[in-house]
DNA sequence: CGGGCCACGCTACCATACCAGATTGCGCAG
DNA sequence: CTGCGCAATCTGGTATGGTAGCGTGGCCCG
């Protein structure tokens, strides 16, 4: 699940096709439900119908699209269980990483997390939205390094971003800049201290606070959902 | 990563040659690093080039293909990265799902692990090893209900099959039935108990056996590594 | 005899045309 | 006015032909 944009090697039609149209489902310009065709979509990029057909197939596999044969192609509704999964992997992995960097974390992986810290607080006072949800995911990051388990950082990121797309969905904000804050510097601190029952009781409390927002979502616009 | 095969509706020629391909792959009939052409398979199955196609784009999604534009599709090679990360999550996903059958485990689960116990024992004793190895998914899945984690299984299913169908590579026996069947009972001991540390430690073990096994094959069959 | 260049053939990519199933809406009959 | 049925039209699925990039082998030149 990782060549999905920029391809190793050549850039092809259904390249371009796919990158667009992954961003605007991912984003939600486009919406669960939405019918879509291949002839209209290959009318806007100019091309003809087989570049966007083959978007289609990958777009289907990451199930973002749902193609029925002789029917139409929709942009595919959200899934409870797939949201459910793509948490609790999510929790699972990032409580193992974090228990191994109480084992693993070196001084300077507390140092680089103090100075996230900081950058977010930075990005707080400034109003920065932006710049703080980018910043979160390198503390996630660096929570990885800590752990000695740079490569499961993809895993975490992918089902976080699963995750946060549908959360833009949410009627009130989902949760301030400071909460996340406060969160992330309780992390940092029970780490700092090796305090494994603090630490796991941390990032599940840090993890938990979507729980609401989903549930809300999961009501309020209950026909984007399969399920 | 669900209708991969069987897709709801229709089925079409691109679904027949995606299910033969994916069959081969993964069984190792064709083997890492083997150039396969569109023109080739489609004479095969007296299909067209396009359908054929259609069935590359899905399996190299699924990271089975690497096709380059222009030049060649090659079944693609392991990553080493990929196994560790499957693994990974397989471990902290179980060891979670564990500590919650701790906690909510009823007798009835620890019954029917029981059972599960008595079908290994006897597949042993028959020294048949396929019905052994179907037991052994049945076992974990029934791991995953005393979690009340069921949708989990799905997941655990997914990365432990990933690794096993590279460790038929082995050219030593992976591990004994006796072996594996010891493992088990040590888990379900150890949940009898609700004994959360030694029900980690006897799971982190179980699926630990792997370690040498893989570093052996990663040794021998260098060639079909990509990394 | 060896090295570089070029052309041929291979690949996957794209466009066009046609097919079959499914839907929809119009018209006709009751 | 209502309900049934057929046909036009839309969908995605398939076939085929042509194109462009890349690898390779042969040929020519040094």
Redesign the pocket.
């Given at each position: 699940m990782a060549q999905s944009l920029a391809r190793a090697?050549?850039r092809?039609?259904?390249d371009d096709v796919f990158d667009y149209l992954h961003g605007e489902i991912v984003s939600l310009r486009l919406l669960p439900g939405t019918r879509?065709?291949?002839?209209?979509v290959a009318g806007q990029f100019?091309?003809?119908?087989?570049?966007v057909?083959?978007a289609?197939i990958r777009l289907a596999n990451l199930d973002l699209l749902l193609?029925?044969?002789?029917?139409?192609?929709v942009v595919r509704q959200f899934s409870s269980e797939k949201i459910k999964r793509a948490r609790f992997i999510r929790m699972a992995v990032e409580c193992e990483v974090l228990r191994r960097a109480c084992r693993s974390a070196s001084p300077l992986h507390d140092e680089r997390l103090r100075k996230d810290l900081e950058e977010q607080q930075a990005a707080m006072k400034a109003r920065d939205v932006e710049r703080f949800h980018a910043l979160d995911y390198d503390f996630h990051e660096h929570l990885c390094d800590a752990g000695d388990c740079a490569l499961m950082f993809g895993t975490i990121a992918e089902n976080k971003a699963a995750v946060d797309r549908i959360c833009v969905l949410s009627l009130s904000e989902p949760a301030t800049m400071e909460e996340l804050h406060e969160d992330h510097a309780l992390i940092a601190e029970a780490l700092g201290r090796r305090d494994e029952g603090e630490l796991i009781g941390a990032i599940k409390a840090h993890l938990s606070r979507l729980d609401d927002v989903i549930a809300g979502i999961r009501k309020s616009h209950a026909d984007f959902f399969e399920d």
């Open positions: 090697d050549r092809t039609n259904a879509i065709s291949e002839i209209e100019d091309v003809s119908r087989q570049p057909r083959e289609f193609v029925r044969p002789q029917k139409a192609t």
